[in-house]
């Protein structure tokens, strides 16, 4: 078993910034690839970022490319979701996921936080 915690949420204004962070517990957390996903009220959960175990290799959405950084710290058994320029439209609840090998599929997934809500104002 993998347990996620996600933090940083909050409400921001159009063009602010937002660090998320993922602790996790459990089995080793460097086995592991780790993903962030969203989801707005009444939509589905829509893939954000992923990185490898090693963090070598990251990958992200076309609507958020260039606005988010995704990176890891396994020695602090963290994975965080640097994300700034933000727009009404990130509006949703943010979840990390962690995968023994990451996709963009939300259903790859293994163990899932509880999500941490971010709301940006216009």
């Known amino acids: 078993q993998v347990q996620l915690v996600e933090s940083g949420g909050g409400l921001v204004q159009a063009g602010g910034s937002l660090r998320l962070s993922c602790a996790a517990s459990?089995?080793?957390?460097?086995?592991?690839?780790m993903g962030w996903f969203r989801q707005a009220p009444g939509k589905e959960r829509d893939f954000v970022a992923r990185?490898?175990?090693?963090?070598?290799?990251?990958y992200y959405a076309d609507s958020v490319k260039g606005r988010v950084t995704i990176s890891r710290d396994n020695a602090k058994n963290t994975v965080y979701l640097e994300m700034n320029g933000l727009k009404p439209a990130d509006t949703a609840v943010y979840y990390c996921?962690?995968?023994?090998?990451?996709?963009?599929?939300?259903?790859?997934?293994?163990?899932w936080g509880q999500g941490t809500q971010v709301t940006v104002s216009s």
């Open positions: 996921a962690a995968a023994t090998v990451a996709t963009e599929r939300s259903y790859d997934y293994d163990y």
């Open positions: 459990g089995r080793t957390f460097r086995n592991y690839a």
């Open positions: 990185i490898s175990w090693s963090g070598g290799i990251r």
